[in-house]
């Protein structure tokens, strides 16, 4: 994989699921990997991880909400590494008790699904563009829900789309000082929240039918692409949004073509 030594990589979300996936990522190329998040027993069981990769970890507890969380996992990168390199905004999600039609949604949800997906990762771009005084690359986490239309959960697939905007306006504003901006879309990604809402194999399947490599993707299917993204041989790459989804971008008519082209043959 691609070469990461020497310099350090803060992961928001970093102690599970698919932050874990790219903190490990980082780790394997070689980078001293900051992990931040709420689950404090998490992250102390992912620095660990880390760790064993031979990656020198740190694990920070915080919310990334909290504008004060936000500048002490920033501060405890610099006070321990030096610099900061690399910033992967991964920390989002809507809990279920923020999921429901667009006519049912209240402010409270629209505010927290927002705070969380679009407000807290563009403070926290914003907080590691001014430390990258030498330049940098920022990775968004976005959704395959930022361009697929979203029943459910259309406030969260507006966040991930917004989100994709500021990353080009971020290029765009902060290529000058050698600060790359990127994001990348994951499909449907089996992490142990998610297994909590896919409880049952009739809704995996339907899942994967929408899926033409035919499997839902995995925490480590994202990390090769981020570390990519922070390394050098990225250095002409900014303002990009790639999806990693094993083809669930393609129009579903070509999908239910596939559908029958399985059940027929």
Sequence with gaps: ?????????????????????????????????????????ALA?????????????????????????????????????????????????????????????????????????LKAAFFAAQAAARAMTRGGAIVNITSRSASHPNPGTGHYGAAKAALENLTRTMAAEWGHRGIRVNAVAPGVVMTQELAKT?????RIRRQVDTVPLQRLGRPEDIGPLCAYLVGDEASWTSGAVIGVNGGSFVPLGYLSYLHQVRRTG
Excluded: H
């Design 198 to 202: 896919l409880d049952s194999e009739s």
């Design 1 to 41: 994989m691609f070469s990461l030594q020497g310099k350090t990589v803060v992961v928001t979300g970093g102690g599970k699921g698919i932050g874990r996936g790219i903190a490990e990522a980082m780790a394997r190329c070689g980078a001293n990997v900051v992990i931040g998040g709420r689950d404090a027993a």
């Design 45 to 117: 069981t992912a620095a660990d991880a880390l760790r064993s990769l031979g990656a020198q970890a740190l694990a920070v507890p915080g919310d990334i909400t909290r504008a004060d969380d936000r500048q002490a996992l920033l501060a405890a990168a610099l006070q321990r590494f030096g610099y900061v390199d690399g910033w992967v905004n991964n920390a989002g999600s809507a809990s279920p008790a923020d999921v429901g039609p667009l006519d049912g949604i209240g402010e409270a949800q629209w505010e927290r699904v927002l705070d969380l997906n």
